[in-house]
């Protein structure tokens, strides 16, 4: 199998300085390319970008919420801020960034030369930026960016000025690259493994990455119809959503959130497999409960299709619907748990050092959690009414996203640099940053919960004196939260330039010996190191192991 991937890094080696060719042909090589990596590479730094740009807008709104009144920015940009945030976070960094990941690791790790459609894959990026770069230019058209939230909701949308076509257009190009990458993913893992890489020999992340790509290739579809129906109504006089010419507006939210509740997953199953592929690492033992991690995944893939209108409780759905996707919804928390428990599995009694993938990795299964309890509670038909729209629901899909998407992104980056760059990262810059950023998290969404369950009601720029000391709080941590992440673009830079000055060997993380030891002191037995498959550069080759006690 190393042969493979010696093979591999031989045909795509672009170590030739590209100076000899002029600074023109060294961008013209990076707009053209076809290799996976550096389209990886192209995601992951757009991906960056667009954090750092999302991540500005939230502090546009916290900063607009740091006491009653109005104080920095207009109403109406407010909630345009509220919607631009939504859609550059979700479209432009959560999902590039997993897709970065997957163009750089997939192909290694199955054993493949390249993705199956490279062509595609390079198109695919450039869709992604096209359609980005139009949504950003909707915030300088007259009557501003659509403010109804990422949602889109009708009849509000339909108000929006001469931006609500560009919008509209975005999300097909938005829709058009996902549903590309997703294809080649697909195309890839089926037809391009190495010999012996059956299907339930290929690492987590591999398997995440499958099932996320089927929910791409199902869902977009269904949001581009959508918002071109959206459209129409605006432009050509139909009817879909206006109730005066016989439509209905609850018919766009059942067709919105029959995309939206799969587009959380998708967003959260790439994370599951960085997880699965850290913590083994780090805890020195080999992934708990491998095949019903799998069978779990696509679990919870399969249900993510049912249950879309528990973010509808109070539209007035009969109470045989109520109740049919209240249990449904909760039905998702038997496989979320399985997974909660394996990862735990894999750290108990496991020779555990604590570098920074690791701390992120740890964060994510105790904060995930935190944020799946709280979705429980909005499953909950009847208690919904009282969170249905408050700073609940915002304080709850934060914590599923931003210490769960975000920080598994960045656990990633730190796991993989070594390998993407051969220079170690500087250790105790990167602890520095988990730590801020994991006590900082904290300070701006737990206020949020007390925020909507005193009824604060979300998308909003004014609100009354009552909410003044937890928003002000929750405000605090999202600047430490977002300066912190300056730490995180230092350590890349950093690292891309040289780093510490340690080069990084294929078995950077074996044993962890660049920061901690490995030591067993007081546990109960020792383990050997690592299997091969994780190391860097092989593809897993599943070689049965005993572990001694």
Do not use: C
């Amino acid at each position: 199998m190393s042969a493979v991937v010696a093979e591999h890094d031989k045909h795509h080696d672009h170590s030739h300085d590209d100076h000899d060719h002029g600074p023109a042909k060294g961008i013209l090589r990076w707009i053209i390319t076809t290799n996976h990596k550096d389209i990886g590479t192209l995601y992951l730094v757009f991906a960056l970008v667009m954090f750092f740009v999302g991540g500005t807008m939230a502090l546009v709104i916290r900063a607009e919420l740091f006491e009653p009144g109005l104080q920095f920015v207009e109403p109406q940009f407010f909630n345009s801020m509220t919607t631009m945030h939504a859609l550059v976070m979700v479209f432009g960094a959560v999902m590039p960034g997993f897709v970065g990941l997957a163009n750089w690791m997939i192909p290694m790790m199955i054993g493949a030369p390249d993705m199956a459609l490279p062509r595609m894959n390079n198109m695919s990026f450039w869709m992604l930026v096209a359609g980005i770069l139009l949504l950003a230019s909707t915030l300088f058209m007259e009557g501003g960016a659509p403010a109804s939230g990422w949602t889109l909701y009708p009849p509000l949308v339909l108000q929006t000025g001469k931006a609500l076509p560009f919008a509209v257009f975005s999300v097909h190009l938005l829709g058009i690259s996902s549903i590309m990458g997703a294809i080649n993913i697909i195309a890839t893992i089926f037809n391009m493994r190495a010999p012996g890489m059956t299907l339930m020999r290929m690492p987590m992340f591999v398997w995440t990455w499958v099932i996320t790509a089927f929910l791409l290739v199902a869902v977009m579809p269904v949001f581009a119809g959508a918002v071109t129906m959206l459209l129409t109504d605006k432009f050509f006089e139909t009817s879909f959503f206006d109730a005066a010419g016989g439509g209905d507006p609850v018919l766009y939210q059942h067709i919105f959130w029959f995309f939206g509740h799969p587009e959380v997953y998708i967003m959260i199953l790439p994370t599951f497999g960085v997880a699965s592929t850290i913590i083994p690492v780090f805890a020195r033992k080999p992934l708990f409960g491998y095949s019903s991690m799998v069978y779990a995944t696509a679990a919870i893939a399969f249900l993510s299709f049912i249950v879309w209108a528990h973010h509808m409780f109070t539209v007035g759905m009969p109470i045989v619907g109520e109740l049919y996707f209240m249990y449904a919804t909760m039905l998702i928390a038997i496989p979320t748990a399985v997974k909660v428990f394996n990862w735990t599995a894999t750290m108990w009694k496991g020779s555990m050092t604590l570098e920074t993938p690791m701390l992120f990795s740890i964060a994510f299964v105790a904060l995930f959690t935190l944020g799946g309890f709280t979705g429980l509670m909005m499953s909950i038909a009847p208690s919904d009414l009282q969170y249905h729209d408050t700073y609940f629901i915002v304080a709850h899909f934060h914590y599923t996203l931003v210490p769960a998407s975000v920080f598994m992104l960045m656990a990633a980056g730190y796991y993989w640099l070594p390998k993407w760059t051969g220079n170690m990262y500087n250790e105790k810059v990167g602890q520095l940053h988990f730590w801020l950023s994991a006590i900082s998290v904290n300070i701006l969404f737990f206020p949020q919960h007390f925020l909507g369950l005193a009824g604060m009601p979300r998308r909003i720029p004014d609100y009354n004196v009552q909410f003044a000391d937890w928003n002000m709080i929750s405000s605090i941590g999202g600047f430490i939260f977002g300066i912190s992440q300056l730490l995180f673009l230092y350590i890349v830079i950093d690292t891309i330039r040289g780093g510490t000055g340690i080069k990084a060997t294929n078995e950077v993380w074996d044993g962890a010996v660049q920061y901690g030891g490995g030591g067993t002191v007081g546990l109960e037995w020792t383990l050997p190191s690592p299997p091969p498959y994780h190391t860097f550069t092989e593809a897993p080759v599943v070689v049965p192991i005993e572990y001694e006690h």
